[in-house]
């Protein structure tokens, strides 16, 4: 397998710049998924390692080796898009073999490496079927297949689950998962859904607008979000956002006032903020607590049952916030609500949309209590 290095790359379609100076490590063995909304640029990011869009600017060096010139076939790259794209006259054993015949390979090799992909992919009983005669989740296993005899130094993956329904993607993406731990090999993999990323990366990186905005692991990102674009992608449901001003300054800890009343502490390194500054408080849903006495207050507007908990959306006089409540409590649209905002787990992002760092830099620290809360006015 290989690492593969971008240095400054750019791309641009006439006299449109699609990709803008991306630099970036993808380390022999790594899991890395591309994450971002629609027309950010990372499938053309994908598309420009594969060698099926040419760099406009900059290096692509793969194993060491500079390949801006190469042809895809001799990248050592094997890809999966999301059309499955398989031969419907052929079996799966021909479709999975097909790429090696064409590459004059040995039919005792083609055999083996057949067998053992199918093996690695528990698809050893449908090696006789023809496509039509197979699920999604199937075929893309197939294709995944057709990727691995080939034995690539890199895989790259482009939304392979896209066209599943709901449980063969779980299924299909624990199948990737387990692939990946056994072969150990070097994977960059495309999706807009989060959940995957969270789920199979090693490492995350966020795009926008052709730039990366942040490369972390999954837990960096969702506890650590450099600014207020990362921190309102990364999660499900978003993070709240909330509108607030810097009312002090203290060591390790900048005050705010909040738009409903009251003051909070939040320790974080107040690097470069005034008093009077506007700032954006963020906070995710599952670290607001409900409480009878708690120092906010709101009007429940929606209550989204999941079963295992629920969100409610709550109406706090400047903006909707967001409660993720375990499923057996009880709560009618209509009602009022207390709440509190546990300090340890908000952000404060700058006018800019930069990211204040915390005090301590601890990923996930425990609150010292359930109830630490904005004192009121």
Do not use: W
Request: charged content about 25%.
């Amino acid at each position: 397998m290989a690492d593969v290095v971008l240095k400054n790359v750019h791309k641009s379609f006439g006299r449109t710049a699609v990709i803008h100076g991306v630099d970036l490590h993808v380390r022999d063995g790594e899991f890395v998924v591309f994450v971002g909304p629609s027309g950010c640029g990372k499938s053309t990011l994908l598309r420009l390692i594969a060698g099926l869009e040419d760099i406009t600017a900059g290096d692509l060096l793969i194993d060491g080796q500079r390949v801006n010139d190469l042809a895809p076939a001799r990248r050592g790259i094997a890809m999966v898009f999301q059309s499955y794209a398989l031969y419907p006259h052929m079996n799966v054993y021909d479709n999975m073999a097909f790429g090696l015949e064409l590459a004059k390979s040995s039919k005792a090799e083609i055999d083996r490496k057949v067998r053992e992909a199918a093996r690695l992919l528990q698809i050893e009983q449908l090696l006789d079927r023809k496509p039509r005669q197979l699920s999604g989740g199937q075929r893309q296993r197939v294709a995944i297949g057709r990727a691995i005899v080939r034995e690539p130094k890199v895989f790259l993956f482009d939304e392979p689950l896209s066209n599943l329904d709901a449980a063969l993607r779980v299924q299909t993406r624990i199948e990737i998962a387990k692939l990946h731990n056994d072969m150990r090999a070097t994977m960059i993999y495309v999706t807009h859904d989060q959940v995957e990323a969270m789920t199979l990366a090693d490492r995350i990186v966020v795009l926008n607008g052709g730039r990366i905005e942040q490369v972390g692991t999954p837990l960096d990102l969702y506890h650590r979000p450099a600014n207020l674009f990362v921190a309102g992608f990364i999660g499900s449901p978003q993070m709240n956002f909330v509108p607030c001003q810097v009312a002090g300054l203290g060591p390790g800890e900048v005050l705010v006032s909040l738009p409903g009343g009251g003051t909070l502490a939040v320790p974080v390194q107040p690097d470069g903020v005034t008093t009077g500054e506007p700032v954006t408080l963020g906070i995710r849903p599952d670290h607001v607590r409900i409480r009878s006495e708690g120092a906010l207050g709101g009007r429940v507007e929606l209550v989204e049952e999941l079963g295992e908990n629920h969100l409610l959306h709550v109406d706090a006089g400047q903006g909707r916030l967001t409660i993720r409540e375990p499923g057996d409590a009880r709560h009618e649209v209509g009602s009022t609500v207390r709440f509190d905002l546990t300090r340890e787990f908000c952000h404060l992002f700058r006018r800019s949309g930069e990211a204040l760092p915390s005090r301590t830099g601890a990923a996930s620290p425990a609150p010292s209590s359930p109830n630490l809360s904005s004192s009121a006015a």
